[in-house]
Structures are given as C-alpha cells and as structure tokens.
C-alpha cells in the first residue's frame, strides 16, 4: 500500500510540472486537491498513467477522458472529450468518459450557458490531450534511445519509422509517468488536416444508457436512507408565509417532516414557503394537497401582464428614459425619407420548461454538504448555497448530474439552495423534485419586451434612418436579468442614422435568460422591421439585406462579410426567389448574430385559406469557423433550436395575472409536437475563424424566417408573438 | 394496499396507497428510473409503458388499476439495447437530452408490435402524445422506419430502410 501511495504521490509531482502553474491543468504540487484527483479518478493504482485532471490511461488500454462542462443535451459531455482523445491520439473505442465534479482546483469554466464551449475549451482541451501524447512519445523514444522528432502516432501507438519500431501506450505507462511533462503553451499540436475525431460525427457516449432506461439523470438519483421532498412556494413571487397547517400534514401518511422556510427576499435566492419531507416523492405530494397556506403575498400582487403591456403603451407616447444610442439625425433623415414605416412589436413573457422537473439531491452531516445537481452553473450554486445556509464552499460538494434539458432554465440555482436549506434541517439524504407546476409557474422568465419602430428608405430603396424606442423591465438604468438591448445590437453602425432609446417598468416577475437570451426576441423585432421596409422600398427581402450588409461601418459588433456569406448560401440552397409561389404559400428569410455565430435561415410556409399555418421546410446556413468539431451533433443542436425557436413563437406565452403565472402545464404551454416539426436543412460555411459553439445562434433568426414567409404567402405582418394571436385567414 | 403484477416478466407483489401511480411504483418502490416524471398529468408521455402490450401513460394509472397485469418498462425492452428500436436510436444518435426518449422508445414500440412498417402518418398518430423538448422529432421519425427496417432483416425480409421524412444536411 505504501508503495502505490508513493508512487501516485510521484506522478502527481510529474503532473505538477506540466502545469506550471497555468490554468490548463490546475494542479498544485503535492496539494490534496492532487490526490483527491486520484480519487475522482477511480484511484490510480501503480500501472496507471494520469497525465493531467482530464486523462487517466490504464494498462489494458483503456482510456477514461473526463467531461468537465454540465451535460443538459448539448452534447458538451461527448464534444470535449473528442478534442481530448484526437489530440492523444488514440482510438474513439478506447476511450471511456466520466462526468467529472465541480472542482475549481482542477478545472474552470464548469458552466453550460451563452454556447461557451467550444470557444473557451477548444485550446485547452487540445493541450490536454497533446501534452499527455508528447509525454507518451518522449517515454518511447527514451526507450529506443531515438530522438523524439523521429516518432510518430497514430491510434495509441508510438512509431518509430525509421527501425519501423511500434509500441503500444499501455506498455509506455510507467515511464511516461517519469517524463518531464511539457509546456501546455507550447506543446506540439496536430495539423487540423490530422484530426481523425474531431469533425467526424460522434455519436452521444450516453446513448446505450438512455435507450436501455439506467439510472442517469439528476432525478433517478437515489441512496439509502434518501428521503423526498416537496417545497411550497408562494403563487405570488417573493411571498411569504403567514401561517400553514403543518400538523395536519404532519400527521399525513409516510410525513416525516413538514416545516416553514423563511426565505429571503431575493427572487434568485432561497424564497420562503413550506417543505414537506417524506418516504416517497407521492406520500410528499400527497400530503402537500392538505397543506393550506395563509400567505403575505407583497407588494407585486397587483401586477400583470394586461397592466404591463397599457404601462409599456404609455412609455411609449413619451421621450425613451435613456438614449443607449444616436448616430447621425434620424429625425431629419425620417423628414426626408420617399417612405416611413411605423410598427410596434411585442414578444411575451416565456418559460424554460425542461422536460425534467427541476431536482436536486442533497446530504448534510457533520458540517458538511453534498449535492447531486443538475445545474447549469454549479459553482455559483455552491455560492448561493454558501452564502445563504453560512457555510464554507470547501464544506460543499458538488456533483454533476445529466440534466433533461436546461435552455437556461438550470442556470439559477433555486432547487439547489432549496434542498441544501431542507437537507441542513434533516440531516438524512434528500431528494426534492419539483412538480411541472412548480416548475411553470416558478421559472424565471424570458422577459416580455416591447419595441415602437420608425424607419424609412429613400427612393432608391435604402434604409435613410432607423429609431427604436425599447420598453423593458428594470429600476432606474438598470434592466432586469435578460432584460437588455446592446447600443450596438444589429443595425446599429450599419446605418448613417440610428437611434436605439430605452425605457424600463419596474416589477417584481423573476427573469432569466432563455435559450438565446436577447436575442430570441429582438431578432424577431429586428429582422421583421427590416423586412416590412424591404417591401415598402419594393425590394427583393434578401438583396435589401445584402446591399443594408453592405454598409457595414468602423465598430461594427460582427463581420459583414461571414454574415453575407451565410445570407448568399442559405439564398442558394433554398431556391430563394427561383420560384413563384402561389397565394398562401411563401418564403421568408431573416439572418441574426449572437453567441459568436452568424446564421442565416430561410423558411417556406403554407397558409391555407382558413389560416391554418403549416410551415414546410427551413434552411440554415451557419458559420461558426474553421472546424465543425461533431458535424453529427452540430446539426442536432441547429436542428434543436430552429425548432424551439419555431415552437415558441407559434403558441408560447406565460401571462401575470394577480401577481402570478396564469399557465401550469403542457395543456397550457404548449411545446412543439411531432406532427409540427418541419424538416430543417443545415449547411454550415467554412471559415478561417476560431470556431465556435452552436447551443444557441441558430435560434433567433427561425422566428422571424417564419414570420416574414407568413407575411410573403398572406400578406399578414406578424408584430406580436405568438403567432396564434394573429388571424392569418385569408381570401 | 398490496397490488401484484408483472414487471418485466417478473411477479412483483407492492404495499402502496390506492392512488399512487405506477409511475412512482415503478420509480420509488421498484427502484425502475428508466420510465421518467415529465407533467404527471398525461401531457407529455414521458411515463409511457407498456400495461397489457399498450402503451399507456404511468402518471395518471393508479398502480391498483393494473393489479393483475403485465407492465413493460424500458428496463423490459430488451435486456442489453438490442431491440431494433434501442439499435436504430443509437445508430442514429436520436437523442439530445434523453429525458423523453424511454418514453418515446415505448410508444414506438407499440406502434410497432402492431404495425410492423408504419407510414409518417402512422408515426405521427402514434408519437404526437409523446413530448421532445429538445425537438428530435426529425430523427424519432427516422429512427421508427430504420427499426421497422433492421426488424424485418431481422426478420429475413431483406427490406432496406425507407426514408423517412426528414432534415437533410451537407454533412
């Protein structure tokens, strides 16, 4: 037993110099967080080479890569190790993943939000792999006693072409470990012309267990001794309780404990209300149908949605509170516009509503808490938990669970600090899972925005000006959480005369981000307006795009030239303007930039006579750099989100009334059934640019790609979402 | 109150409230985490099993009203993801999330023990009850025809997989 604990402790020493201190790795010498590696590795034992936090190979062959990011669909837990993997160069069948912990001592940026994977880890993740390979081949060429420089790899085997030697990594384990371990800066890495994983299409490594039903998701959790949980809330955000008959439910069968949370006022805090704990998640449940709750609901009682839009109506008639932008003289441009188009859009408050209910599952003893989340951003839920049950973060363990989808919703830590809250007053294991009512009428919300337009083109069909006055949530110049519009957001430094003014409502509705955040709404606005003075100016809708592109000035928040690229090409696939349609039947397109992604798509839709709307076919175009990194996944994840973006804004709505939801299920929230889900064709461009990630552009321009063909196939202008609001009859 | 059935070919007897669904019997009690909690109202099909060879939604079956019957879970497809179903799904990396997919796999499965090559319209009858928040429905689809496909080869009917409809791509 010594001998391995020595012998690991080395390693870990050898490890040690390949960081450096860096980022890359993490490792401090001879820390505990070292040897805890080995733990979260599965214990090294003599034979087993552990390069760095990522990789651990083992003398049978076997290569286990551990996923650092939260997995919620994306496909981050398959994407980054196949960086890893290529840069090792070994086999895909070789190689096994595990999820790994939150562990900032270890690894960074452990979030799944704003599609920043593949952007922040494409680098790190290649040096990972190619400094173990670099350490693997100094360990053969030591053994042959030949330079380095003359050895190859291919498929976890070092050649040395020369004596037309080979061996195989597993063999060169033990003294790899030995190895002086590179520079993560400077280590060699592959031509991507050598790639052989990243860029094929590699399918989800958790496949064989979600089709054959094993336990995998945060929610399948479970551990002897576990309790369930349930958690009251007050229907009115922030409210809290007054009185409950928790003796009555106590006294309920399988209760083993019903209790008052204060909570605090924060709506992205720990809220009050009552927690019931019992044998079984239906016994919680059961019992939670007597509690009755007497609640002091505060102040934001007396919001709604009809109350929000008459306010946002009034902003409207007045001067915008601030200026975020003002370029040239829109008004006098406005004057001598040929013609001037005013509009006024509106998108609603939406929910998040992953299939999975949020959950979470938590242990406290002995001072300390662990915690099995499902969460987007597990560190600042480890924060939140922290600093709201006055514990150490070092007291805290985080593990990552599989998450049934997370659109942003798993970003905010609610259910975490939740359960932490109920398992630190129970001190057992405890699972608290959310019902689809908690879930819709607890959400934090994709604001509701509204947007009063003016603009005009000159007699040569060119937009002259463009004036915007934006009406939000927030206090004072602060917007509220996903509630903001960029001064520099599309056509901003396009157009000689701009104008983007913002005013703001303060309310008391929890928001957040929502897949796409911003720019799922304003894409809408923005690429419909632009295509309502596409047709006053009697413009091709794509040509006016091309030649507004054109324009393009110093300090402009993308590049034109990916963005016309993608614009040609989706043109191009989709026949655009190569067919006469007839009446009811249209094409629409629209091309949006967020997330570091230029997508441009292109919708085709049937509107019968009646109105029924049938939207037959989308085609994207997308350029996010030089390399498609899962081509298999990518087109999933753009597949996925023209189709939430298009599930959105046919039916989607969350209203207020009374200071809370009106909606409580999928009967009233409706998400996209089979029989609505169009064929989506996907073309990615090519281009020399760092690649980037895909969870999220592909969504905003499928809105208005839709919208704008409704318009083309009826003459109806969509200027409120949802689209089922809108009569599309037609005669 | 005890109820007995059949779980996956298993005899199973359970003490359980009257009211509580097989869902969270099979979840809870039978520790089968494979069948998924999605809206517990019926909305969403993330529960289907198979009661009696139907598919039918776990959240809203009282367990007492299956006493008696022959339940088959995800568990229960197949033992080792070898149902054409659980092989096509793989080959063709239908999931994202995976969270609606047992529940997908067993309404499929239903539609196709009585219709062994089922038409989109078939597919579209039989799946619109089932819920994909992540929107795989082009690949759900695919996915039924290229088992229909790898079941009558099984089969020895030599029948290639016909294409369903379906996103196309350049890659």
């Known amino acids: 037993m010594d001998t391995t604990v020595q012998v690991s402790r080395r390693r870990f020493l050898h490890v040690s110099a390949i960081v450096g201190g860096g980022l890359v790795f993490g490792f401090r010498i001879g820390s505990p967080e070292s040897l805890a590696a080995a733990d979260l590795l599965g214990g090294t034992t003599t034979a087993d080479f552990v390069p760095n936090a990522f990789i651990r190979m083992m003398p049978d062959g076997i290569v286990t890569i551990m996923a650092q990011n939260p997995e919620i669909g994306q496909g981050v837990k398959t994407m980054l190790p196949m960086i890893i993997a290529d840069e090792l160069d070994v086999d895909w069948k070789d190689v096994r993943v595990e999820q790994a912990p939150l562990d900032t001592t270890k690894y960074t940026g452990q979030f799944a939000g704003g599609s920043n994977a593949t952007p922040s880890h494409w680098m790190p993740m290649r040096r990972a792999g190619a400094a173990a390979r670099s350490m693997l081949v100094a360990a053969a060429a030591q053994q042959w006693n030949v330079p380095v420089s003359q050895c190859t790899t291919a498929s976890g085997v070092v050649h040395h072409r020369a004596s037309n030697r080979r061996l195989p990594y597993r063999d060169l384990l033990d003294r790899a470990a030995t190895i002086p371990a590179p520079d993560p800066a400077t280590v060699p890495l592959k031509d991507p012309g050598e790639f052989r994983i990243i860029g094929t299409r590699v399918p989800n490594v958790d496949n064989p267990a979600i089709v054959t039903g094993k336990p995998l998701f945060g929610i399948d959790l479970t551990m002897p001794g576990m309790l369930h949980a349930v958690f009251e809330k007050c229907p009115v955000f922030g409210g809290k309780v007054a009185s409950a008959n928790l003796d009555e439910v106590r006294a309920q069968p399988g209760v083993r404990h019903a209790f008052v949370v204060e909570g605090g006022t924060a709506l992205n805090g720990l809220l009050g209300g009552v927690a019931i704990v019992a044998d079984t998640w239906w016994a919680a449940r059961t019992a939670r149908q007597r509690l009755r709750v007497t609640w002091d609901e505060g102040p934001t009682v007396q919001q709604s949605s009809a109350g929000f839009a008459s306010q946002a109506e009034a902003l409207s008639r007045q001067a915008p509170q601030r200026t975020l932008r003002g370029d040239g003289d829109v008004a006098a441009a406005l004057g001598g516009a040929a013609n001037v188009v005013e509009a006024a859009y509106h998108y609603p408050f939406l929910a998040h509503a992953p299939l999975e209910p949020q959950n979470c599952t938590a242990h406290y003893r002995d001072g300390k808490l662990e915690i099995w989340a499902p969460s987007q951003t597990p560190q600042s839920g480890r924060q939140l938990v922290a600093r709201t049950l ?254 939430d973006g298009i599930a959105e804004a046919l039916s989607q709505e969350i209203t207020i009334e009374r200071g809370r939801t009106v909606q409580s299920n999928f009967h009233d929230f409706r998400l996209m059934r089979m029989t609505e889900a169009m064929p989506v064709e996907v073309h990615f461009r090519i281009t020399d640019f760092d690649p980037t990630g895909l969870g999220e552009p592909a969504l905003p321009p499928a809105i208005p790609a839709v919208t704008n063909a409704i318009f083309a196939a009826t003459g109806k202008r969509i200027r409120t979402l949802p689209i089922s609001k809108t009569d599309l009859s037609w005669s | 109150m005890a109820v007995t059935l059949r779980v996956n070919g298993r005899s199973v007897t359970v003490d359980v409230p009257a009211d509580m669904p097989l869902l969270w019997v099979l979840r809870d009690v039978l520790d089968l985490k494979g069948t998924k909690f999605g809206c517990g109202v019926a909305q969403c099909g993330a529960c289907t099993v198979h009661v009696n060879g139907a598919a039918t939604r776990s959240c809203v079956l009282p367990a007492t009203a299956a006493q008696g019957a022959d339940v088959v879970t995800i568990e229960g497809l197949s033992g080792d993801g ?90």
């Not at chain 1, 669970?401 to 398992?423: C, K, P, Q, S, T």
């Not at chain 1, 047709?535 to 300090?555: C, T």
């Not at chain 2, 529940?103 to 994909?132: E, K, V, W, Y």
């Open chain 1, 390 to 643: 006055e514990m150490d973060e070092s007291d805290i363990t985080i593990n990552l669970m599989r998450m049934g989808g997370g659109f942003g919703r798993r970003l905010y830590n609610d259910y975490m600090v939740e359960v932490a809250w109920i398992a630190k007053q129970i001190g057992v294991p405890v699972k608290l899972v959310w019902t689809r009512e908690d879930d819709m009428q607890h959400d934090f919300y994709r604001p509701a925005g509204w947007h009063y337009l003016r603009g005009g083109v000159d007699a040569a069909g060119r937009i002259v000006g463009w004036q915007n006055h934006f009406v939000s949530f927030g206090e004072g110049d602060r917007f509220a959480s996903s509630a903001a519009i960029s001064p520099s957001e599309f056509p901003a430094r396009f157009l000689a005369n701009f104008s983007l003014g913002a005013s703001v409502m303060s309310f008391g509705v929890p928001t957040g981000a929502l897949r796409a955040p911003g720019s799922n709404g304003i894409a809408f606005v923005t690429q419909s307006f632009i295509d309502e003075l596409a047709h006053s100016a009697g413009k091709d809708p794509v040509q006016f795009r091309l030649d507004l592109l054109g324009g393009a000035q110093e300090g402009a928040a993308f590049n034109a030239d990916r963005m016309r690229g993608v614009l040609e090409l989706v043109a191009e696939r989709s026949g655009w303007g190569r067919q006469r349609h007839p009446r009811g039947t249209g094409m629409g397109v629209a091309f949006h930039f967020s997330h570091r992604g230029y997508f441009a798509e292109v919708a085709q839709v049937t509107v019968s006579p009646d109105g029924a709307l049938k939207i037959d076919k989308v085609w994207v175009a997308g350029d996010v750099g030089r390399q498609i990194i899962n081509p298999l996944n990518a087109e999933h994840n753009v597949q996925g989100g023209v189709l």
């Open chain 2, 82 to 171: 070898s149902h054409p179903l659980q092989r096509a799904w793989q080959e063709l990396d239908v999931a994202q999330c995976g969270y609606c997919q047992a529940g997908q796999l067993m309404s499929a499965a239903a539609l196709l023990a009585r219709t062994p090559r089922p038409s989109d319209a078939d597919i579209d009858a039989a799946m619109n009850g089932n819920l994909c928040r992540c929107a795989t429905y082009l690949r759900i689809r695919q996915g039924i025809h290229r088992a229909a496909a790898i079941a009558a080869d099984g089969a020895g009917a030599g029948a290639g997989a016909r294409n369903g409809r379906s996103g196309d791509s350049n890659l």
